[in-house]
């Protein structure tokens, strides 16, 4: 579970009131200040960072202390108590320093770690040196498109992040940024109980900037209401080299499910876009669209049913290589489908305005 700190030290006095109220009221998970007056006044749901005066051993009972770190033997004489927790406080500027970053990451329950140089190689070093530890490493950002980039550096990115902003919308901004974290999809098994022959009509590939793994696709259907999982092609095929980034979603007209619960059709797919990559149990993540390509091909019309009767349908190529996810991630080729056999997909209870869902009627056939 990401979280995110607020440092206060640097935001102007008058706009301190107001950033420590939006930080409770998002829920933040910390506050960090070298006030323990400030800190003596948050309530119980948001914990308190103190980082003492120089020179001083002042700790608040119940509080996280932060205690910065100069060399290992420092990090060995760090207090270490049950109601105050300790977090160190390293500024990576070279190896040793990085390596200081390393040890106090696997040792301590906080690490706060400040990197000097804007590349992430230093950060990815010290996630992999922590990967098992029990503590959480939290990175100080410069501002909230840093923020991203820290929480998904070696697609796990840092437990926490630390930033010290300047007004209360950037503490909104950054609950936010920490909520955008891709919810599971719930799948449920279809029955195929139609394919058609279609003749010719335009499919959309979508090329994404992602490697999918064996049991991962997008959420592709003709209804709002339905979905199918299609399949990456990840697979070996005979004839042409796989394309682990690629999947053959269907004719253009079809909705893809995406974050937040919205959809666009294939057709509104374009490079910098976002879809879902989901797998065979539901969970999901974001994936940046490449180029989505838009072809004229024979196409083929799956119908499946729900065990409440809602009808699915999806339209995709009518071609071997192309295919989609059965239960337990089994690999369909389309053209080898036969009534009866199962599928998973995504049934939505909402209609689609302009990619949004709505409760409003609307009958789809």
Known sequence: MKFAWIDLRSTPAEQREAVVDAAIHSRLAGVL?????????????I?????????????????????????????????????????????????????????????????????????????????????????????VCADLEEAGIVLDVLERGSEGVLLAPANAAEVFALARLLG???????????????????????????????????????????????????????????????????????ALHSYVLGPDNHTNYLSELRSGGTVLAVNAEGRTRRVLVGRAKLESRPLLMITAH??????????VQDDWHVRVL?????????????????LLGHLATDQRHVGHPIGEFCKES
């Open 33 to 45: 200040s070298d006030d323990a007056a400030v800190l003596a006044t948050l309530p119980p749901t």
């Open 306 to 315: 729900a065990g409440d009767g809602t009808v699915v349908s999806l339209t």
């Open 180 to 250: 955008a974290a891709s919810p599971e999809v719930p799948l449920t098994t279809l029955t195929v109980d139609g394919i058609e022959h279609l003749g010719l009509g335009d499919r959309v590939c979508v090329d994404t900037c992602s490697h999918f793994a064996e049991d991962e696709g997008i959420l592709v259907g003709s209804f709002s209401t339905g979905f199918i999982l299609c399949c990456s092609e990840t697979h070996p095929l005979p004839y042409m080299p796989t394309r682990p980034f690629r999947v053959n979603a269907g």
């Open 326 to 342: 059965g239960p337990g991630g089994k690999v369909r080729n389309v053209t080898e489908l036969q009534l009866g056999d199962e």
């Open 47 to 139: 914990t308190g960072v103190f980082v003492p005066g120089s020179g001083t051993e002042e700790r608040v009972p119940g509080r996280v202390t932060v205690t910065e770190i100069a060399d290992r033997g420092e990090l060995d004489r760090l207090p270490q108590s049950p109601e105050n927790e300790t977090a160190g406080w390293v500024d990576v500027r070279d190896d040793r320093t990085l390596q200081l970053a390393c040890a106090a990451a696997v040792a301590l329950p906080y690490t706060v770690v400040r990197f000097a140089d804007p590349t992430k190689i230093p950060l990815e070093i010290v996630l992999a040196a922590a990967d098992r530890a029990p503590g959480s490493l939290v990175t």
